[in-house]
C-alpha cells in the first residue's frame, strides 16, 4: 500500500512538473497516515518552488483508506480512463487526470513482466490452448487483429493455472515452437495432454520439445466448423447421425459410424467429411481414457470459460492502443477470476487415480 500511494504520488509531481520548465523535484518529507493496514509512514515528493500540492493527500489529510487497490480494480472491470477519473472524484473528491491515472496503471508493468517469466511447475496433467482475437493499434495508426493465445495448465494438485499468455498476427509451427519453448524454459518438463483447438503447427511443436504429450482435437470446435459448412435444413439429421461418431463407447465403433457418415453425407458435403478424417488421429485420442479423463479433455471447455470471462470486461472496448494496454487490462481481469481458483476441479480424486495409471512412470517422479 505505502509502494502504490508513493508511486501515485510521484506521478502527480511528474504531471505538475510537466506544466513548468524552471520547476524541478526537490527531494521528499515524512509524514504518517493511517490507512486500512495501519499506519504508514510515506515520502511525500516536493518541488523546490513548493507550488505542488499532493491530491492524493492533501495537506492536513491524515487518514487514506483503499486507494491502493481502487484505481486499479476499477479499470480491471472494464472502466475508462475517464469513467475511474469521475469515479475517484466522487469516492475521494480528488481530480486526476487520463494520464495520471494512466500512469498509476502503468505502475503494474513490472508485476506482469515478473509474472509473464515465473517459475511454473514441473509437470501438468492437462494443459489447454486457445486463443482471442483483439483489435490492437500498430505502429502505423491503424487497428490490426491480433490473436492472444492463452495456456491453461492443470496440476497435479487439479487446481487451474494460467501459464502464460503470447500475442502474435500470424500463428504456425515457428510461433508454437516459442510458446513450448518458453514454458520448457521456465521449469516444465512434462505435459501429459494438450487439449487444443486445431492451431495450426502446434502439435508438431510440442512434440518437438515434449515428444510424450498426447494431442487432443477439441471435439466441440470440429463440430461447429462442420455445421458452418451444412445446409440449415440438413443439420438435425447431420447431428443426429454425427453423435454416433462423438459419443460411441470405444474407437472402433466411432470409426465405424465415421464410415456411415462418410457414406451418407461424403458426397453431399466432402469438406465436412474430409476434415473429420484428416484430423481423426487426434480427433480421437480421447476414446483411450475412461468417462470422467474424457469429460475433460475432448474440449476446450475449460480455456473457453476463462476466455468467456475476459471478453465480458473487453467487449466494450472498440480496440486497444498498444500491446501493453491489452496485457494489461487482461492480466488484471485474471487476477480477480483466479481467486477462485485455489480449489481442485470438481471429481478430480478420480480423475488422477485413473491417471496415474495411465501415466505411472511419468507422473511417479512428480509427486511428493
Request: hydrophobic share 35%.
Amino acid at each position: 500500500m505505502k509502494n502504490m500511494i508513493e508511486n501515485i504520488l510521484k506521478s502527480e509531481l511528474e504531471e505538475h512538473l510537466e506544466e513548468s520548465e524552471k520547476n524541478s523535484k526537490n527531494g521528499y518529507y515524512k509524514k504518517t497516515v493511517r490507512s486500512d493496514a495501519g499506519s504508514l509512514e510515506l515520502d511525500i515528493p516536493r518541488d523546490r518552488s513548493c507550488e505542488y500540492e499532493p491530491k492524493l493527500i492533501p495537506k492536513g489529510k491524515r487518514t487514506i483508506s483503499g486507494i491502493d487497490e481502487k484505481i486499479i480494480s476499477l479499470y480491471a472491470r472494464g472502466m475508462s480512463l475517464r469513467d475511474i477519473e469521475k469515479q475517484v472524484n466522487d469516492m475521494y473528491g480528488v481530480e486526476m487526470s487520463d494520464s495520471l491515472i494512466s500512469r498509476i496503471l502503468d505502475k503494474i508493468a513490472p508485476e506482469i513482466s515478473a509474472w509473464q517469466s515465473r517459475t511454473l511447475e514441473s509437470i501438468y496433467t492437462i494443459v489447454y490452448m486457445d486463443a482471442m482475437v483483439f483489435k490492437v493499434k500498430d505502429d502505423n495508426g491503424y487497428y490490426r487483429n491480433k490473436s492472444l493465445h492463452f495456456a491453461i495448465g492443470i496440476t497435479l494438485e487439479g487446481k487451474k493455472d494460467l501459464l502464460g499468455m503470447w500475442l502474435t498476427n500470424n500463428e504456425g509451427a515457428k510461433f508454437w515452437l516459442s510458446v513450448v519453448t518458453d514454458l520448457k524454459n521456465r521449469g516444465v518438463e512434462d505435459i501429459l495432454i494438450a487439449s487444443v483447438d486445431g492451431l495450426r503447427g502446434f502439435s508438431e511443436a510440442i512434440n518437438s520439445v515434449f515428444p510424450k504429450t498426447i494431442v487432443q482435437r477439441c471435439i466441440i470446435h470440429q463440430i461447429r466448423y462442420s455445421l458452418k459448412y451444412v445446409g440449415s435444413k440438413c443439420q438435425k439429421e447431420f447431428m443426429s447421425d454425427l453423435k454416433k461418431v462423438y459419443k460411441a463407447p470405444t474407437k472402433s465403433a466411432a470409426e465405424d459410424a465415421l464410415e456411415d457418415l462418410s457414406a451418407k453425407w461424403g458426397e453431399k458435403y466432402p469438406m465436412v467429411i474430409n476434415s473429420w478424417k484428416t484430423n481423426w488421429a487426434e480427433l480421437s485420442t480421447y476414446f483411450e481414457y475412461s468417462e470422467p479423463i474424457r469429460r475433460i479433455i475432448y474440449t476446450t471447455n475449460t480455456v473457453e470459460g476463462f476466455n468467456r470471462q475476459i471478453r465480458k470486461i473487453t467487449k466494450s472496448k472498440g480496440g486497444f492502443t498498444n500491446d501493453d494496454a491489452l496485457f494489461k487490462i487482461v492480466f488484471l481481469v485474471y487476477k480477480d477470476i483466479s481467486k477462485k481458483w485455489d480449489k481442485a476441479i470438481s471429481n478430480w480424486a478420480e480423475i488422477m487415480s485413473q491417471l496415474s495409471i495411465v501415466f505411472n512412470e511419468r507422473i511417479a517422479g512428480h509427486l511428493s
